[in-house]
């Protein structure tokens, strides 16, 4: 709150920020990296990270916390550079907890939610998902957690202004549509056009009939279109991911190879040796660079099996694996064919368990014989 020089409230300026408690999308979008990861690093349990667990969280176990809450900053920031979000404390946030499933709320509003784990948390429970309900009293004092904590957000009214307004609502419109599955089905406008056409007739109106009628045609044609482009998308999307899973199979063998050697000659280099020495170190770094550049590949093949499955349903995308692969036979595409297949089942595995497979979608790449 700002006070003017009567020290009375002072209404809000667009400069004014206040703080509070993160909701629970806030809280987990900050948690998983934000825009900072891609869309298939987004969705994993716990954001991406360089080395292992145990440099960027503190969780239960006498590897990690050894049942102490630890200092903030001494483990490795995540992608958004927050430091402890995930273990060391978990951390409260203003939302009531509520049981949900489908994206539906159920049940009646709980205690407040804490996110993120803590000290005590297990190393295989550690994930951007975790959540627990906490009642802010017990019968007879407030709540009070060795293990919990709290991280504010810095915020500004929304609102400040007609201008502000008219932004937020012109940025809302821009948004759209988020898929398909959340625009009125063709079937759905299709009946609806049908209906209009019976009571037309029932009322033998001529000119509603037949304008009822004009209405169809031109529905039905705009239908067939967005069909049509829809299906060259689709396709257009599973050739990317077949050929990303072409280059996931070379570089995949490459750094396999260079691994192989590496570990072969330069597991116990002699020290004496300088000339040996230096060129395991120049191995190594050669080996490091095919398996970031292998990493760069599985995870642009994993963007496009998320992006797929965030626009598209499987019984849109089927019917397509088909046509594009009757199309690559026809072209004497080589043996694309067999990665489409390959690709197609990690798409439809997704589209059933929602699960990235990463391990396993690249040791089936890389098992496609050329």
Not at 186 to 213: D, F, H, Q, T
Not at 276 to 286: D, M, T
Not at 336 to 365: A, M, V
């Amino acid at each position: 709150m700002q006070l003017d020089n009567a020290k009375k409230p002072s209404a809000f300026s667009p400069g004014t920020g206040f703080v509070r408690l993160p909701t629970e999308t806030e809280w987990e979008f900050a948690a998983r990296g934000g825009e900072n990861v891609s869309p298939s690093e987004f969705v994993e349990p716990v954001f991406p990270m360089e080395t292992s667990l145990n440099d960027y969280v503190v969780y239960g176990g006498a590897q990690s916390s050894r049942g102490q809450l630890s200092l903030v900053g001494r483990r490795k920031p995540n992608p958004f550079g927050l430091y402890d979000i995930l273990g060391n404390a978990d951390e409260m946030t203003f939302d009531s907890f509520r049981l949900s499933r489908l994206k539906r709320p159920h049940g009646q509003a709980g205690g407040f939610v804490a996110r993120g784990g803590n000290f005590n948390t297990p190393e295989d429970e550690i994930r951007a998902s975790w959540r627990e309900e906490r009642t802010y009293y017990t019968e007879a004092e407030p709540n009070r957690q060795k293990t919990g904590g709290m991280r504010l957000v810095l915020v500004s009214p929304a609102l400040t202004s007609q201008k502000r307004t008219t932004e937020i609502e012109q940025s809302w419109a821009k948004l759209g549509a988020p898929n398909e599955q959340d625009v009125p089905s063709a079937a759905l406008v299709n009946g609806s056009i049908e209906r209009l056409g019976a009571l037309a007739a029932e009322m033998k109106n001529e000119k509603l009939i037949s304008e009822v009628n004009a209405v169809k045609l031109e529905f039905k044609a705009n239908t067939d279109e967005l069909q049509a482009q829809r299906g060259v998308a689709i396709r257009s999307s599973l050739q990317q991911g077949a050929f990303m899973c072409v280059r996931l199979n070379n570089d995949g063998r490459i750094a396999e190879v260079f691994r192989t050697a590496y570990e072969r000659d330069c597991a116990k280099p002699d020290p004496a040796n300088a000339p040996q020495i230096e060129a395991c170190e120049k191995r190594r770094v050669a080996l490091v660079s095919r398996e970031q550049a292998l990493d760069l590949v599985m995870t642009i093949y994993a963007d496009t099996i998320v992006d797929s499955a965030s626009i598209y349903t499987a019984q849109f995308v089927e019917p397509e694996v088909k046509t594009k692969k009757a199309q690559l036979t026809a072209q004497r595409s080589g043996n694309l064919d067999r990665y489409l297949d390959t690709h197609w089942s990690h798409l439809n595995g997704y589209f059933k368990d929602q699960k990235i497979n990463r391990p396993e979608w690249l040791r089936t790449c890389k098992a496609v014989s050329n």
